[in-house]
T-cell receptor, first 115, second 110 residues
């Protein structure tokens, strides 16, 4: 079964600290993996997209890693800011038997940054 | 900047009502999607469209229909709203594989 599991479900850290969010998946055949940030009451916004051959990608203070062999990804946030408080969603893409892209969404990690 | 707009941020409807959720994108994307998002379940695909007048069922199409008469507009229709359709509805558009989401419509069916 195609699944994406994220951990932890929620995380609270002090402003300025670093944190790492985890994503494990069983989606096959793998096409790409994305991390989205979703602020409360808003739609998700893309942070990174990684294909099979990429094992790290950065977007400012966000760095995503991908290990396609173990089917794991992580999102590392450096020097957290209050505006980082949001849900972070891991999404894995596969190509269906009909040739179109299918996305499997994780349930997200709710990150809260406290001053 | 890609812009995806949804007609309402919040909507309250009664059981049995017909509900229309509108989504408009301004980037000439061919692909458009409707998802619902519920706590603990992640986003689930309801319907998608790869072209005008074309639609495909997603993972949970029951109780929903869609309409795409123009490239920029993708409508989600709840023929007879039920309480289990209370949810956050998210529209997305895509030129290829990057999806751009709208702000969402929080629908409550009472």
């Amino acid at each position: 079964k195609n699944q994406v599991e994220q951990s932890p479900q929620s995380l609270i850290i002090l402003e300025g600290k670093n944190c790492t969010l985890q994503c494990n998946y069983t989606v096959s055949p793998f096409s790409n993996l994305r991390w989205y940030k979703q602020d409360t009451g808003r739609g998700p916004v893309s942070l990174t997209i990684m294909t099979f051959s990429e094992n790290t990608k950065s977007n400012g203070r966000y760095t995503a890693t991908l290990d396609a062999d173990t089917k794991q990804s992580s999102l590392h946030i450096t020097a957290s800011q209050l505006s980082d408080s949001a849900s972070y969603i891991c999404v894995v893409s596969r190509i269906s038997n009909f040739g179109n892209e299918k996305l499997t969404f994780g349930t997200g990690t709710r990150l809260t940054i406290i001053p | 900047d890609v812009k995806v707009t949804q007609s309402s941020r919040y909507l309250v409807k009664r059981t049995g009502e017909k509900v229309f959720l509108e989504c408009v994108q301004d980037m000439d994307h061919e692909n458009m999607f409707w998802y619902r998002q519920d706590p603990g379940l992640g986003l689930r695909l309801i319907y998608f469209s790869y072209d005008v007048k074309m639609k495909e069922k997603g993972d949970i199409p029951e109780g929903y229909s869609v309409s795409r008469e123009k490239k920029e507009r993708f409508s989600l229709i709840l023929e007879s709203a039920s309480t289990n359709q209370t949810s956050m509805y998210l529209c997305a558009s895509s030129p290829g594989y990057e999806q751009y989401f709208g702000p969402g419509t929080r629908l409550t069916v009472t």
